[in-house]
Every structure is written in structure tokens, then in C-alpha cells.
């Protein structure tokens, strides 16, 4: 496998996580707007553990060469709990998956007024065609358009900042929290495990391309920069019109307010960061199911055309529901899977250090 470079490394990992719910502010007014000030100080704190917890696995998987997550979080060949992990990871896939075709199909009622179904029906087939062509298309698509997003997302909030006042983060605003996030601890947490969780399925063969350490700390450090621009872009407008936070895409409301032509700017921005993130987490599915099944490997149609039909059918269910309730409950689960590709990441340099 050709290596990859420490950019194209953080604006892969970087666009995996920038969607529809993360650009809206959805996903962010959720896990840290809803509790305050101390929402954004944790809101660092879940951006470093993420960066920490997803360098381990990258290196982890560029040391050993591993390309399945399964194998990533599953050391031995426990073949019950490699399959339990192999089930939720994928259900969790996914969902992700779905949200970002709701996100589509309510960006486009929201835009345009035009039917959901059908507008959501469109971008899933969009979305299939792009994913046929696995990683390298995944990593081509987010290394050149997440540097416009963060750019763009960070201009957006100047111009609304200018507009609307500066933040008061001590107001501490309370609306907009789900009873799976009892605290901003635990929501820093979770947001940091979902994310990284969910990701895997990419992370794992990206990984295994980083050989060099150098460039998996660069590339991590450059993708938490990145992915803080972007969240404190999107959550400081968000505290100064808490008005607007809970909607389902705050931020594609208040570019309205702003002005026509921004207003659809910003929603051609968040369209291509929900494209990247539904990209790359339908790739995680077949590329993964490549490696297990040679059916597959040979017609990969026949997994790309159900998943897209299913994935579609999930979406229906609605934007804002699909967050509030598969982003935590992954996070909980997912704890198990990052503290044991942890333990496995320090574990493998021990026995390499004790062979030396």
C-alpha cells in the first residue's frame, strides 16, 4: 500500500468527522453548547483525547500492518468478540451513514422547501457511485475539500459575529441537552469515543498506510486544529443567538438571517462535508467487507446497492432523532473498543522493546 503523507492524513481523519451534524452545530450544541462555558473547555479537552486515542490506533495499525478494525481492537483471535465488534461497529457505520442522508434531504427542504424523501434519495445515490471507487477516492475527496470547509465555516462566523455580537459564554445555556448526556464529563467522552469509534472502519487502513511516526503526530495535530477552528466556529455564533441552537440546522438559520447569498454558500458547504463523511463511512463497510469476503471483492455492487437502499430507508426517521439518540449510545459502547486497541497499542511496543 502507497504511504500517506501527514496533510492528506489530518484532512482524511479531520473529514471523517465533519458531517452534517457537526457543520449544522447540531451534533456540537448537543454535546457541549447545551452546557456553557464549560462546554467549550471540554470541548478541547474532547478534541486533544481524540487526538491521543486516534494517534495510538493509527500507529498501532502502521507498526502491524493491520487493515480490519476487528483485528485492531481484537488482538487475539477471539473470533465471538471479533464478530461483536465487527456487528456494532458496522451498525454504528451505519447510522452515521443515514444521518448524513437526513442531513441532506432536510439541508435541501430547508433550502429549497422541496420534498426530503426524494431530495435524501438522490444524494444516496450519489454517494454510492463515489464509494465504489474505496479509500483513495475517500482520501482525494476530503483532502481537497476540507480545507475550504474550515476556511469557509470560520468566515461564515466572522460574518455572523460582526452581525449578531460576541458569545456570552456565562450564560450557560441548558437547552438542547439529551438525558445520554448527564454531564459535560461524560459528554466530552463520548464524543471523543463516538467519533473516533465510528471511524475506525477508515482509520484502521489509513493507518496501516502511516509508517513513519512523525507523520501520524503530524497529521494528528494538524487535524485537531482543524476540527477546533471548525467547532468553535460553529458554536460561538450559536451562544450569541441561543435562540437558534436547537433547531435542526442552526447554523444554515442564521447565514439566512445574514444574508441570501451566504445562506447558500453555507449550505453548499455543509452538502460537501455530509458527502465526505457518508463517503467515507460507506467505504469503511465495503472496504472492510472486501478484505472478509472474496464475493464481495469481486462485485462490490452487491453490497454498495442494499446498504445504500437500507441506509436510505434509516434516514426517514428524521435528522435531529438519529443524533440525539445512535451518537451517545455509540459512544458507550465504544469505550470497550478504544480502552482495548489502548491497551494493545502499549502492549505491542512492550514486547517490541523486550525483543530488542
Given amino acids: 500500500m502507497k504511504e500517506i ?3 492528506k492524513l489530518a484532512f482524511t481523519y479531520a473529514g471523517c468527522f465533519v458531517g452534517a451534524g457537526f457543520l449544522s452545530g447540531n451534533e456540537l450544541w448537543q454535546f457541549f453548547g447545551s452546557f456553557g462555558k464549560w462546554g467549550v473547555v471540554f470541548l478541547v479537552v474532547a478534541i486533544i483525547l481524540q ?4 494517534y495510538f490506533a493509527i500507529r498501532y495499525a502502521g507498526e502491524n500492518n493491520i487493515t480490519r478494525f476487528d483485528v485492531l481492537i481484537v488482538k487475539k483471535n477471539n473470533t465471538l468478540l471479533r464478530a461483536f465488534f465487527v456487528v456494532t461497529e458496522m451498525l454504528f457505520i451505519f447510522f452515521v451513514v443515514s444521518v448524513m442522508l437526513a442531513g441532506a434531504g432536510s439541508l435541501f427542504n ?42 469557509a465555516t470560520i468566515l461564515v462566523s466572522i460574518i455572523a459575529l460582526i452581525k449578531f455580537g460576541l458569545p456570552n459564554f456565562n450564560l450557560a445555556p441548558v437547552t438542547g441537552k439529551t438525558w445520554m448526556l448527564p454531564n459535560v464529563f461524560v459528554s466530552a467522552i463520548l464524543f471523543s469515543v463516538h467519533n473516533l469509534y465510528c471511524t475506525l ?5 489509513l ?4 509508517k513513519n511516526k512523525n507523520v501520524a503526530l503530524q497529521g494528528m495535530t494538524f487535524a485537531s486544529i482543524v476540527l477546533f477552528l471548525i467547532s468553535i466556529a460553529v458554536l460561538c455564533p450559536l451562544y450569541a443567538n441561543l435562540e437558534y441552537a436547537t433547531k435542526a440546522l442552526p447554523m444554515l438559520e442564521l447565514a439566512k438571517l445574514i444574508s441570501g447569498p451566504l445562506f447558500y454558500v453555507y449550505a453548499f458547504l455543509m452538502l460537501i462535508g455530509m458527502f465526505g463523511t457518508a463517503i ?3 467505504v469503511a463497510v465495503t472496504d472492510f467487507c472486501e478484505q472478509k ?4 471483492r469481486k462485485k462490490k455492487l452487491l453490497l454498495i446497492i442494499p446498504l445504500g437502499v437500507l441506509a436510505y430507508a434509516v434516514s426517514l426517521f428524521g435528522f435531529n432523532d438519529l443524533i440525539a439518540f445512535m451518537y451517545p449510545l455509540s459512544g458507550y459502547i465504544g469505550i470497550i473498543a478504544i480502552i482495548m486497541i489502548t491497551i494493545n497499542f502499549f502492549t505491542s511496543r512492550k514486547n517490541k522493546k523486550e525483543d530488542n
Fill in 51 to 54: 487526538a491521543v486515542l486516534g
Fill in 293 to 296: 469476503f472474496e464475493k464481495v
Fill in 201 to 205: 472502519g477508515v482509520v484502521t487502513p
Fill in 5 to 7: 503523507k501527514s496533510s
Fill in 280 to 282: 467515507s463511512h460507506t
Fill in 110 to 151: 430547508t433550502v429549497f422547501g422541496v420534498g426530503e424523501w426524494w431530495t435524501s434519495l438522490i444524494f444516496t445515490v450519489a454517494v454510492m457511485l463515489v464509494a465504489y471507487y474505496g479509500l483513495n477516492g475517500v482520501i482525494s475527496v476530503l483532502s481537497s475539500t476540507i480545507p475550504v470547509l474550515t476556511f
Fill in 207 to 210: 493507518g496501516a498506510r502511516v
